[in-house]
Structure formats: C-alpha cells, structure tokens
C-alpha cells in the first residue's frame, strides 16, 4: 500500500512540475550571450511584445538548458538621468622627475594586456634621483560604460606631512604617448589653533582619458600623495523609443476608428498617419486591453497633415497619459472634423520596451519562453536578486540579445480554446490520478478484506 501511495504523490509531483513546464509556453527565443557573467540585462524587442499574451508580461520566463526557470527582475523603466556622483579609488605611481620639454621621458612605463599600469622604473639608473616625487601617474582602468567622464580628482596627502599649499598641474593622455593640458588647481592643508584648512578637490577640464600627470609646482616641499579618488557621475540609458509599423483601422464609424495594435504595448505615443493631403482632425484617444473591458480615455490632441509649396507638414506625435499596455486604441474625432474615413489612414505607437535583468543559473543555453495566458508573475523584486542594489547606481549587466523565435510544437498560444491545452495536461493527470486511486482502493480491499465461513456441525 505504501509503495502505490508514494507512486500516487510521485506523480502529483511531476504533474505539478509539468504544469510549471517551459513546454507549455507558445515561443522560445535562444539567448544569445557570452557566457562567464553572472547577471544578464535584455531589452525586449517588438518580437516578444507580439507574442506576449499577458498585459503585464507575466508568461515571460528565463530557463536555462535544462528548462529550470532562472531568477529575473524587471528593472525600473527611466529616463537617461544622472544617478549621483560615484567616487571611484584610482592607481596611482609616482614619478621620480618630471621630462623635459621635447625630451624623451627617461622613466618606463610597464603595461598589462589591456594597457593597465604595472610599474614605473627609470630608463637609466641613477643614485641621484629625488628624494620626493615629482609627480603622480594615474591610471583610470578600463572605461565603464555606466559611467561619465572624471569632473574631479580628490587628492589625500600623508596625514602626517607638514603643512602645504601649492599649485597641481594636471595633463591627460589617451596612450601614455601624447599628453594635453587638463586643469590646474591648488591644493592645501594648513592647520592653526585647532583648525585646519583642507582643499583638496581639482576640478578637470578634460575628463574622458584614461591616463592623468600630476605635477607638483614644488615638489621639494610637497607632501607626498597616498590616495587619488575620482568624482564622476553615474549615467543610467534608458532604451530608445522604439516604433510599431503602420496599424489599420479594425473598425470604423462616421467619427470613430479602432486599432488593434496586436500586442500589449506600453504606448507613450501616438501618431496618425494620412495618406490624403491636408487632412486637420482633433481627436479623442482611447485604450483598453481586451473586447470585453471599458474605454479609458488617455490623451487629446490635433493630427495633421498639411501639403503645399513649402512641402510637407505633419503633426508631432501626440504623449498619452501613464497607463497600464493596452492592446485596442480608438480614435474619436470631434464633430467640427466632419466624417473621418478609414481609407489612407494609419497609425503608429510608440514604446520604451521593458528591461530584464536575470541571473545565469544553471548550464548554457539559455532561453525566454512566452506566451501563456494563465501564467502567473515569476519575476523577483530587483532588490532581492542583486544583493545591496541601490536605485541611485546603475545595474552592471552584460547586454544580451535574442535569437529567431520558434513557435512550441506541444502548445502555443495561438490555440483558438484559450485553455485547452491545458485542460488537456490536467485532464490527463487527473485521470492517471484517479487510475491509481482505484488500484489503490482495489489492493486495499484485497489485503485487508477477509471472508467469514460459517461451518456447521452436522
């Protein structure tokens, strides 16, 4: 009996994980990536919006090899904006003499494959060099896409050098080859009963080298310098405004046309296309997200087109209020338009698209499954997939792209019964389950089941 128990509950098991199967989605994207990081960021392209058959993005999963769903988030949907400044430690070398004018450099520079700074040694060695360094040779590192160019070094000298002021020449180089001026600034420390003055920020001039020369204007009575850091402010992209081709009208009235855009699109803008010349229509927008729900009014404004000597003008595209995707738009000409004819005329969306970032769990490839209309939202909060995640820096994700979509040979949202797919899967399981239930009863009865026999004395 236990034995058929523990198969009964093996199998609502593996029903409940088959129900949860990336099988059960219509399309699979391949992820396309170079492997070796740990988090991945995707924009989702137009062919993701046209297959997608949840409003919110809901039957959206990330699954690795294996078809295991990996853990994603959704990140936040933003202009490109500064962040806040971002104080980053920078390598810094000292410079044993500064090269004369015209002069080859008599120091060496000793560079890693991707031109990171080593260390510095004299072309000729001397036991007479100085006894303070003459200046400082800093090295950036490697560009960061998340971030602007340098505006400020901050310069912390030996806490316990004398007290200074002195001028800071700057200079920067892109190849350690050809330098250019930066900024100048001056730089001081002076303490007095109990005070101190403290300057020590340099504003640049020239912030997008990798390579910077400081120069003492004294070095002999310069303190020597143990840390650089550098201010630069943390840049956020938004991704661009992208535009659906040309929708026709799918319904239309004396006043009013209706569009279905065939995707759950998060539409900002809206713009009519005419193909008759000087058409003027002020309209009324509307959205709503299936046949069955109510209209919602979402913007207002003038579409035109106006032909004449000058050339073509055409109306800007209109903003619509924030608003959950909509699938359906209705456009409702005034009454001073006259009769709005659905010939020649056509109409385009545009959307900013959603951001995905997920964690490379598990074996390559990878893969985006999608379209599902009784998924459920698997997407985590941004702050629990990316420990320590603060809003005011930018997410660091290697980009990714997506292959052509391959449509689920077992199921797919173009199945015209909504849920018969799955009312199939689950009819299937129910009547294993119930199967079982009846062996199970059957041997039941045959072991614990016993037949009285009345003897009789004769």
């Known amino acids: 009996m236990k034995y058929l128990l523990g198969f009964l509950l093996g199998g609502w098991a593996v029903a409940a994980q088959s129900l949860d199967s990336a099988d059960l989605y219509g399309f699979r994207f391949p992820v396309i990536l170079e492997p070796g990081q740990s988090f991945y960021s995707l924009t989702l392209p137009d062919s993701v919006y046209r297959r997608s058959v949840m409003p919110d993005l809901s039957d959206i999963r990330i699954v690795n090899k294996k078809g295991e769903p990996v853990p994603f988030a959704w990140l936040p949907i933003i202009d490109r904006r500064q962040a806040g400044t971002v104080v980053e430690a920078l390598n810094v070398f000292p410079l044993p003499s500064r090269p004369v004018e015209s002069a ?36 950036r590192g490697k560009p960061n896409p998340f971030l602007a160019k340098l505006n400020a070094l901050r310069i912390t000298p030996a806490a316990n050098a ?16 050809v330098w250019r001026r930066a900024g100048e600034a001056q730089v001081a420390r002076l303490r007095a009963d109990g005070h101190q003055l403290f300057v020590d920020k340099a504003i640049l001039l020239d912030g997008q080298a990798r390579y910077y020369r400081l120069w003492w204007s004294q070095p002999d009575a310069a303190p020597p310098i143990i840390e650089v850091h550098g201010e630069s402010t943390a840049m956020v992209d938004a991704p661009d405004v992208l535009w659906t081709g040309a929708k026709q009208p799918t319904a239309a009235s004396a006043s009013e046309l209706e569009f279905d855009l065939g995707a759950y699109y998060p539409t900002e803008w809206v713009q009519l296309k005419f193909a008759e010349p000087n058409m003027i229509v002020p309209a ?29 003008i055409e109306s800007p595209p209109l903003p619509l209020a924030d608003q959950p995707p909509a699938r359906r738009l209705k456009v409702v000409a005034d009454k001073q338009a006259g009769i709005l004819s659905s010939a020649g005329v056509s109409l385009i969306v545009g959307y900013k698209p959603r951001q995905i970032i997920f964690a490379a769990r598990g074996s390559a490839p990878f893969a985006l499954v999608v379209g599902r209309n009784d998924a459920e939202p698997a997407n985590m909060p941004l702050v629990s997939l990316i420990p320590g995640y603060d809003p005011s820096r930018p997410v660091e994700a290697m980009p990714v792209s997506l292959g052509e979509p391959v449509q689920q040979p077992a199921f797919s949202r173009l199945d015209t019964d909504g849920n018969r797919g799955q009312r199939k899967l689950i009819a299937l399981w129910g009547g294993l389950a119930f199967g079982v ?16 026999v009345e003897v009789k004395n004769s």
């Open 284 to 312: 009324t927008l509307y959205v709503r997200d299936s046949r069955s729900s109510q209209w919602h009014q979402s913007g207002r404004g003038v579409f035109y087109r106006l032909d004449g000597v000058a050339g073509r």
């Open 104 to 139: 080859v450099t008599p120091w060496h520079v000793e560079l890693s494959a991707d031109g990171g700074i080593i260390n510095i040694m004299p072309k000729t060695p001397s036991d007479n060099l100085p006894t303070s360094p003459a200046g400082y040779l800093i090295d």
């Open 437 to 452: 239930l009846a062996l199970a009863t059957m041997a039941w009865r045959l072991k614990g089941g016993t037949t009285k």
């Open 162 to 177: 004398p007290d200074f002021m002195q001028m800071l020449t700057i200079e920067a180089s892109d190849d350690l080859t």
